[in-house]
């Protein structure tokens, strides 16, 4: 049976009929949406929900986000919704957003890892709109990539790790924002950002009057800790090389900072960085990948993930990736960084 469905001009109907049966009969598929890929299913059938986590090797106790269509389904999986989560899904509903509501028990425990709450989003991309539609059920849905290793955004590189795992796999092009949602919780009315994504804490402060992050965000919780996401307390984002972060307020500093630990292996690096230092550091394409212009952390955020996959092939001792100010998206993509770099992180201000 066909697997691959190039949707990138435009979706076909007929091929989204045999997409929207498959999720229907509990199997698994890939499909793009405007943060990065998810490997969907079912969100109402725990043992199709249980072929992601076979497929991803993903760990039981991390939660799935359900996806659904538009705001009218919400009440169909959560309930008791407050005043300020109703705020939220009016302001940011759709969008890369995901909102942690009290659970209906309609969702079957291995979507939520036993927790009393569900993670909900509405995505925006109009592919993965048609086949929650069409599915006519709520789609449970990670990152596709396996467990621990960057996140999908570029079907190229979720082919080379998936394909065989799933039932179908729909190409809807390079997905336009590059990093996960942001996750909030409301605690005793206040926003509380789990994780941070394209709607920035200063946004969810316009609306509501208040927010608050999570201090695991940009650190590791104690062994004792319980962590609020779940997700956040594992090694991710992560290739096989291992990989140094490195922020330096002053740009020249940076450019010193950068060049004294190339030389400390001796040049056998990839450097991950703005396109401007790539001279600057004396490096050729095989020693460094650029995300993009210097001061567009948009770029930045949409090809983060692939130039990690791209500068684990080249087989390095070191992977060294230029941070950026921790502000605004910044601050999402510095989240997943200091992870992929598991706090092996110089920093200058
Ligand atoms: P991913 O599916 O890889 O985008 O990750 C989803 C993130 O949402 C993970 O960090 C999960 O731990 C978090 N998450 C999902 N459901 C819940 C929930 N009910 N409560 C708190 N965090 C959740
Ligand atoms: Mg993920």
Not at 293 to 300: P, R
Request: glycine residues 8%; proline residues 5%; contains cysteine.
């Amino acid at each position: 049976m066909k697997m691959y469905y190039n949707w990138e001009k435009m979706t076909n109907t007929e091929e989204l009929r045999v997409v929207c049966n498959l999720i229907r009969n509990g199997e698994i598929i890939i499909f793009p949406t405007e943060t990065v890929y998810g490997i969907g299913a079912n969100a109402l059938d725990a043992n199709a929900v249980g072929k992601i986590f076979a497929a991803k090797g993903r760990p039981s106790d991390n939660p799935l986000i359900v996806h659904l269509a538009d705001r009218n389904k919400i009440q169909e999986v959560a309930q008791d919704i407050t005043e300020v989560e109703q705020e939220l899904i009016d302001n940011f509903m759709p969008g890369p957003f995901t909102l942690i509501l009290k659970r209906k028990p309609i969702i079957p425990d291995i979507v939520t890892a036993g927790l009393d709450t569900v993670a909900i989003r509405i995505p925006e991309n109009i592919i993965a709109k048609g086949i929650i539609t069409y599915s006519g059920v709520p789609i449970a849905a990670p990152s596709a990539n396996i467990s621990g290793k960057p996140s999908g955004t570029k079907i190229e590189d979720i082919r080379k790790e998936l394909e065989g795992k799933v039932s179908a796999i729909v190409d809807g092009g390079e997905t336009k924002i590059g990093i996960e949602s942001t996750v909030v919780k409301v605690i005793d009315e206040v926003p509380v950002v789990l994780r941070p994504g394209k709607i920035t804490p200063e946004q969810i402060d316009a609306v509501i009057g208040r927010v608050r992050i999570d201090k695991n965000i940009l650190g590791t919780l104690n062994k004792d800790e319980v962590a609020e996401s779940p997700g956040m307390k594992y090694k991710h984002y992560a290739p096989e090389t291992s990989c140094k972060l490195v922020y330096c307020k002053d740009e020249l500093d940076q450019i010193f900072y950068l060049k004294k630990f190339i030389k400390q292996y001796d040049g056998d690096v990839v450097v991950i960085g703005v396109e401007e230092h790539k001279e600057k550091l004396f490096l050729d394409d095989q020693r460094f990948i650029s995300v993009g212009k210097k001061d567009n952390l948009e770029d930045y955020a949409r090809n983060i993930f692939s130039a990690l996959r791209k500068a684990d092939q080249i087989k390095s001792s070191k992977i060294i990736i230029e941070g950026v100010k921790m502000e605004g998206l910044g601050y999402a993509i510095m989240n997943r960084l200091i992870r992929t770099c598991e706090h092996d992180f110089f920093e200058k201000q």
